[in-house]
T-cell receptor, first 109, second 114 residues
Framework: RKEVEQDPGPFNVPEGATVAFNCTYS??????FFWYRQDCRKEPKLLMS???SGNEDGRFTAQLNRASQYISLLIRDSKLSDSATYLC??????????FGTGTQLKVEL | GAGVSQSPSNKVTEKGKDVELRCDPI?????LYWYRQSLGQGLEFLIY????????KSGLPSDRFSAERTGGSVSTLTIQRTQQEDSAVYLC????????????FGPGTRLLVL
C-alpha cells in the first residue's frame, strides 16, 4: 500500500462549484499534514497546513481524521485560477515529507 | 526576498555523461532537500541536509547519485553516468528549520537524458 494515496482525477467542475478531495495515508505515526498546490510545469507551493481541529482559509477548508487516516480539502466557490494539482503531504518517519501523486482540478467556465 | 533558485533550468545530456545540478536555498534556511518528479508521478525524496548534521541519503536511487552542501548554503546534486530513466524534474526545497516547517521550492531543473 502506498504511504499516501490520492485520486488522480481530473476533477472537472464549473466555476462556482464546491469540490472536495480526500487523501488517505498508511503511517499512523504521521504527525503533520499539508496541502500543497502545483501548477502545470511549476514548483509546489504550500496551500495550507491541516490541523486536527480542522482549519479554514477563505474558500479552502482542510480537515484531518486520524482514526480513519485521511485528510480532506474542500474548495468552495471554485475559481478558474484554482485549476491546478493538489498534493497531499505528510511527515512520515524522520525529517522528510512524503508527497502524494496529486489530484488534478480543472475549473471550467 | 529571493526565493530558492536552481540552475540550469533545463539540461539535455547524452546517456553516460555526468551532470551537476545546483541549488541556492533561501538565505538563512538550515534545511535543504532534493526531490525528483517524473512525468505524472509524485515527488520522490532524494536527500536532506540539516545544518552540519550528516545528510539523510536514504532516498538516493543508486550510487550514481550524490549531493553535497558547501558551507551550509549552496547544494550540488551530481548524477554520474546518466541513464534515460534519470530524466525528470529535479526540485530543490529549503526550510528555516526541519519539518514540519514549510518547505519552499525552487523552479526545478528539467533533465532530459537522450
Amino acid at each position: 500500500r502506498k504511504e499516501v494515496e490520492q485520486d488522480p482525477g481530473p476533477f472537472n467542475v464549473p466555476e462556482g462549484a464546491t469540490v472536495a478531495f480526500n487523501c488517505t495515508y498508511s503511517n499512523s505515526a504521521s504527525q503533520s499534514f499539508f496541502w500543497y498546490r502545483q501548477d502545470c510545469r511549476k514548483e509546489p507551493k504550500l496551500l495550507m497546513s491541516v490541523y486536527s481541529s480542522g482549519n479554514e482559509d477563505g474558500r479552502f477548508t482542510a480537515q484531518l481524521n486520524r482514526a480513519s487516516q485521511y485528510i480532506s480539502l474542500l474548495i468552495r466557490d471554485s475559481k478558474l485560477s484554482d485549476s491546478a494539482t493538489y498534493l497531499c503531504v505528510l511527515t512520515g518517519g524522520g525529517n522528510k515529507l512524503t508527497f502524494g501523486t496529486g489530484t488534478q482540478l480543472k475549473v471550467e467556465l | 526576498g529571493a526565493g530558492v533558485s536552481q540552475s540550469p533550468s533545463n539540461k539535455v545530456t547524452e546517456k553516460g555523461k555526468d551532470v551537476e545540478l545546483r541549488c541556492d536555498p533561501i538565505s538563512g534556511h538550515t534545511a535543504l532537500y532534493w526531490y525528483r518528479q517524473s512525468l505524472g508521478q509524485g515527488l520522490e525524496f532524494l536527500i536532506y541536509f540539516q545544518g552540519n548534521s550528516a545528510p539523510d541519503k536514504s532516498g538516493l536511487p543508486s550510487d550514481r547519485f550524490s549531493a553535497e552542501r558547501t558551507g551550509g548554503s549552496v547544494s550540488t546534486l551530481t548524477i554520474q553516468r546518466t541513464q534515460q530513466e534519470d530524466s525528470a524534474v529535479y526540485l530543490c526545497a529549503s526550510s528555516l528549520v526541519p519539518p514540519p516547517e514549510t518547505q519552499y521550492f525552487g523552479p526545478g531543473t528539467r533533465l532530459l537524458v537522450l
